[in-house]
Structures are given as structure tokens and as C-alpha cells.
């Protein structure tokens, strides 16, 4: 009976320690929804520090077009994402609502309308550890409500 039980034992380890090895693999992406009621379904992003490249899917659940109801997603640190949107709306539908080449934005997406999606992928490198981000969309009137927040995990 003991030897039965410590094989018994012996392959519930390995099978654990099998199940368990695909759950230390880094996930270095995700899926963000956003809808025409301006809400992404998602509020909290942690990127793990083991990913080099962090890709967010953009989906737009939605029917509206982009030119009713675009969206977009945009990574900056808090402080920015005011002056950012700004920015982004005198820059226009033909830049994404982003300013091209601004320093201020880690990444962003192109502005999708209802039942597209985009990715955009951010590089793990400019995150600090520590550090919150705000990814918001900055089609004008939006980024006041469509934000959330993004931390490198360990």
C-alpha cells in the first residue's frame, strides 16, 4: 500500500509540475474591448517584466464608424494624457487623433470604427518598474471617461 500511494504521489508531482510549467510562461498580450457607450472593458493592465513586447488587441464591439465614434488606444503616463489628447485632436482623424512623432506617447493604435480591431504593440523596455501608465482613447471628448491603467509586473 505505501508504494502504491509514493507512485501515486511520485506522478501527482510530475503531472503537477507539467500543468504548472505553462503557467510561468510570461502572457505578453491581452484583448481590450471598447463599445459605442465609450467604455473599454478592461481597467487594470499588468505587463509581465519577462515580455519584451507587450501586445494589446484593440477590439471595437460597437457598430458606430470611426468617424462617430472612433477609438483608439494611447500609452502615456499620467501627467501627459491632457496635453496628449490635445495634441492629438489638432493633429486629426488623419493622424489617429495622436501628434506624430510625440515623445510623450510610449505607443498607440490606429483609430478603429465598430466591429474592427487593431494591435499595438508597446516595448517592454520603455516601462519602469514602479511607474503607473494611462492607456486612453483620444478621439476628442473621450479620454476623460476611456482610460485605464497600465503597471510592469514582476
Known amino acids: 500500500m505505501k508504494t502504491l500511494l509514493r507512485t501515486l504521489c511520485a ?4 503531472t503537477t509540475a507539467f500543468v504548472a510549467a505553462p503557467a510561468l510562461a510570461a502572457d505578453c498580450s491581452a484583448t481590450v474591448e471598447s463599445n459605442d457607450a465609450m467604455q473599454f472593458n478592461v481597467k487594470t493592465l499588468s505587463v509581465p517584466a519577462a515580455c ?3 501586445s494589446v488587441t484593440l477590439k471595437h464591439v460597437g457598430k458606430l464608424p470611426k468617424t462617430a465614434m472612433g477609438h483608439n488606444l494611447v500609452l502615456t503616463v499620467p501627467g501627459d494624457v491632457a496635453a496628449v489628447a490635445t495634441d492629438g485632436i489638432a493633429a486629426g482623424v488623419a ?3 495622436v ?3 510625440d515623445a510623450r506617447v510610449i505607443a498607440h493604435s490606429k483609430l478603429i470604427g465598430g ?3 487593431t494591435q499595438v504593440d508597446i516595448p ?3 516601462l519602469k518598474a514602479g511607474t503607473d501608465y494611462t492607456y486612453f ?3 476628442p471628448g473621450h479620454n476623460s471617461i476611456m482610460k485605464g491603467t497600465l503597471k510592469l509586473g514582476s
Open 52 to 54: 519584451k513586447t507587450f
Open 137 to 139: 482613447c483620444s478621439f
Open 11 to 14: 506522478i501527482a508531482s510530475c
Open 95 to 97: 493622424n489617429d487623433y
Open 124 to 126: 517592454v523596455a520603455k
Open 99 to 101: 501628434k506624430p512623432q
Open 115 to 117: 466591429g474592427e480591431s
